[in-house]
């Protein structure tokens, strides 16, 4: 959620990011909510001031006729008390509503367009893979492997659902391991959070508005959703606290299952596992305070392009334009790996930094010499998972059919190429 600070002392500013995202709020509807709240909380001190005034008058008030006027009086203005305090409590929450309408504001750096072809290229790892013969896409692959089951899935469990069997899983576990590595090394502590949290949890994380929820799994008789990253539950757990500066940066690297109804994604990405309902993520988490963000940030993009230069898979770095850029964040950078059956660049990681928008409203701070402020909150991938491997079996696939292991992977993969199971 955004500053009202911020909204009342730059509504013009607040305005320009809000179109800039697509996004077309009003900010005066917000600032007459505020003034309005303002007036109610000072009537209520006003009369509380009478009400204590009179209260401390009665018991020296020797004549009888001026002891029940005062009565009278303090019981009206309990009255009134009552109900003034019930319609802020209304003001605030239409205030509350509000606010949470309004993404986050943007940084400066962030380049200006309507959606992803806006965004600007940063730099590349490598050239396209070529072949001298004709290459298959991951699922051809997959099943000539006996990696990737879809069609057993879909009777279990329906469309975009899929089993990994055999070297795929080895494939899964060795890039966890290979992400535990890079990343334990720079402070992450390794994390593996719950995979359903609370509608308020996730509200606070700003993935129920925008159309969020209706990418998220509710389950209604319990009131929980399950997280579509780990981002959503490690960012909560931090709810309610202040942390020391001495703890700062604090670092998290969870792994877990993630869960996308893809509801607005009908007819996109039907083959194959690069768009599922179910996959497993490697997340990295981090609050810090607001003056080393951005330096935080680099530092994710960095362990990012680390691991997928590791990998040696061709890819670019893109930094997402205004209207590309999740409504929590306030800079995205995306790193999209080549997928040579599309013939195209894939996002397979991102991270975004989310400033104060997260924070703000779950209420996590950091104490600095003697000073509360929000902490700042960054996320990003380590690996999409299923998508890396997507990447691995298409860029290394070979002309008889089997497909060489990345050569950082190898020792815990236990060999160097996968090859059809006999």
């Known amino acids: 959620m955004i500053d009202i600070k911020r909204l009342l002392e730059e509504p013009e500013r607040v305005a320009q990011n809000n179109k800039n995202r697509g996004k077309s709020m009003d900010p005066q509807a917000a600032i007459a909510w505020h003034a309005q709240r303002v007036e109610l909380i000072e009537s209520v001190q006003t009369l509380r001031t009478r009400g204590n005034e009179i209260a401390a008058k009665i018991p020296?008030?020797?004549?009888?006729?001026?002891?029940?006027?005062?009565v009278e009086e303090g019981k009206t203005i309990k009255e009134q008390v009552k109900e003034k305090e019930a319609e802020l409590s209304h003001v605030e929450i239409e205030l509350f509503t509000e606010l949470k309408r309004y993404p986050n504001i943007l940084r400066s750096d962030v380049p200006i367009g309507k959606d992803e072809t806006g965004n600007e290229l940063l730099r590349t790892f490598g050239e396209p893979t070529t072949f001298d013969f004709e290459p298959k896409d991951h699922l051809a692959i997959g099943i000539d492997l006996d990696l990737i089951d879809m069609d057993r899935a879909a009777k279990v469990s329906g469309a975009r659902f899929a089993y990994l069997k055999g070297d795929a899983v080895l494939l899964q576990f060795a890039l966890i391991q290979y992400a535990f590595q890079e990343t334990l090394r720079e402070g992450f502590v390794p994390i593996i959070p719950p995979h359903m949290i609370s509608t308020a949890a996730m509200s606070a994380m700003g993935y129920l508005e925008h159309g969020g929820e209706e990418e998220i799994y509710h389950l209604k008789n319990d009131d929980l959703v399950l997280i579509g990253t780990s981002e959503q539950s490690i960012g909560p757990m931090r709810m309610d606290e202040i942390i020391d500066a001495e703890n700062i940066p604090l670092r998290y690297l969870g792994f877990s299952p993630c869960y996308r109804r893809e509801a607005g994604s009908y007819g996109k990405d039907t083959h194959g596992i690069i768009r599922v309902h179910q996959f497993d993520k490697i997340e990295m988490f981090s609050f810090t305070t607001p003056e080393r963000?951005?330096?935080e940030h680099h530092l994710f993009l960095s362990i990012q392009e680390r691991l997928m230069q590791g990998l040696k898979l061709p890819h670019r770095v893109m930094k997402l334009c205004s209207g590309d850029t999740g409504a929590p964040s306030a800079r995205t950078y995306d790193i999209e790996t080549w997928i040579p059956s599309q013939k195209t660049y894939r996002e397979t990681s991102s991270t975004s930094n989310t400033t104060?928008?997260?924070?703000?409203?779950?209420?996590?701070?950091?104490r600095f010499e003697g000073k509360n402020e929000f902490a700042h909150a960054l996320n990003g991938t380590a690996f999409a998972i299923g998508r890396v491997i997507v990447a691995i079996l298409e860029n290394y696939q070979q002309a008889d059919g089997c497909v060489l292991v990345p050569d950082i992977l190898r020792p815990w993969v236990g060999k160097d190429r996968i090859v059809k199971r006999t």
């Open 60 to 70: 020296s008030v020797s004549s009888p006729v001026e002891r029940k006027a005062l």
């Open 356 to 366: 104060d928008f997260q924070t703000r409203r779950l209420n996590t701070r950091v």
């Open 293 to 295: 963000s951005d330096e």
